[in-house]
């Protein structure tokens, strides 16, 4: 872009921005003339996609900011009254980050402006609560101010509509076209009042849900440690342990409150290296039977066990795996669903059950679409234990939920490991990892995707690919996306671009046959080998 076109676009853009900081900070840009950081602010835009938005807080079209969120909340008001919503309700969640709540506000007074009804949640509360709010108040739409479990610098912003599910296409498109035309902030009316703000009435509401996912009269004595992740679940998790009667959990005390910068972690994800230290440190002072996790806002659910001498997480599969038996074991009725890179050992666990079993697209938004849906849970530590009330990934009822299933084995003096390996001997031992690849240059993962189309491979570890599926075709059952998908000789590797964090993404899972419990050590040890080799073939093939 050319130097002064670039100024006009910049010195434009300053003069509708409502909010004094991003002001200050592009009008120091602009008196800089700091033509690359100008350029990476301006040379697009953030796109609206079926996340949403999610980017890094700043000025300019290209990051999150007041003036980016007025004309998202405005494209999504003129695709609601399209739709023949013209005074719906829409409800607004939204977390602790910076500048959360503003946005919130913001899309309210939007919503008003616009001659919609707006309802905000009354302080940050988990995600969850949002996606419940809107089945239980009868929304037409909701929006939940949050970037869940990125870096510090970044927000967000989702999108669900009245079903309570966040959106898919084609209704992204719809209201991407809608935000692209808004023409100018001017044009958007933003009263300064007109919208309720909600009491605690709905929060109570969800948290007497909460109480139904637990069987009545089931064991509640497991001990629990809890990091919120500086997140906002805490309360709402403590809550929801304190009806149902089980021990108050042991609360790891630096992480327990909402902060913006979240300072005792590098990433505030459970899945990351070192994220959880904190808990397994509070873990090996209390000796608790179980340790729990949100992330910063609570959709999502991370557990870890005592294996051997010291803690480890489970993986979002094994999770997965455990709640499933259980809902099975307590006679639960309906589908079972998971994403097309989790494991395949839920629809072993629902075949065997005589459930029905379907596979969707990544992400909850598909997930939560399912007909007859029971349970839903995705490799990313999301579970979907009540889709009566939450129809998303939610972190609070799957703690509960877990935390009921600690207490019952506790009761037969066992653990949630002894479980798992009934359920590696009886549907074989379904190993699963991740090869991720965070990258600055979004071309590298074009660039990784195209190499393995181009030149696939036809082999990974020595075990042959017998089938290989480009994902962006579709399936009989799955609509198009970026991704292929290989089948080998006891094993399966999915590899897409992440929708919401610069990462490419590879799923290996590996089957392998286990007689008896006496074998599971020696199968372990062959699934960790056929994992590492099949990471470092993949790495050769996609050239990362």
Known sequence: MEHDALIAQAQAWLAEDPDPDTREELARLIDDGNHAELTARFAGTLQFGTAGLRGELGAGPLRMNRSVVIRAAAGLA???????????LVVIGYDARHKSHTFAEDTAAVMTGAGLRAAVLPRPLPTPVLAFAIRHLGAVAGVEVTASHNPPRDNGYKVYLGDGSQ??????????AEIDAVASLTAVPRPTTGWDTLDDTVLDAYLARTDAVLSKGSPRTARTVYTAMHGVGKDVLLAAFARAGFPAPDLV????????????????????????????????????????????????????????????????????????AHLVRRG??????????????????????????????????????????????????GYCVDPDGVRDKDGITAALLLTELASELKAENRTLLDLLDDLAVEHGLHATDQLSVRVKDLGLIAAAMRRLREQPPTGLAGLRITRTEDLTEGTDTLPPTDGLRYTLDGARVVVRPSGTEPKLKCYLEVVIPVAAKADLPEARTRATALLTAIKRDLSEAAGI
């Open 78 to 88: 003129a695709y609601l009254k399209k739709q023949g919503h013209d005074n719906g």
């Open 167 to 176: 959106i898919v296409p084609p209704a992204d498109a719809e209201i991407a």
């Open 253 to 324: 005390a630096e992480q327990a409150d909402p902060d913006p910068d979240f300072p005792t972690v590098a990433f505030p994800n459970p899945e990351e290296p070192g994220a959880m230290d904190l808990a397994f440190a509070k873990a090996r002072e209390t000796d608790p039977d179980l340790v729990v996790a949100n992330d910063p806002d609570a959709d999502r659910c991370a557990a870890a066990v005592k294996d051997g001498g010291d803690w480890r997480m489970l993986r979002g599969d094994e999770v997965g795996a455990l709640l499933a």
């Open 332 to 381: 639960a009725t309906g589908t079972f669903a998971e994403s097309i890179v989790s494991s395949s050992l839920l629809g072993r666990i629902a075949e065997k059950a005589g459930l029905p079993y379907e596979e969707t697209l990544t992400g909850f938004k598909w997930i939560a679409r399912v007909d007859g849906l029971r349970y839903g849970y995705e490799e990313a530590l």
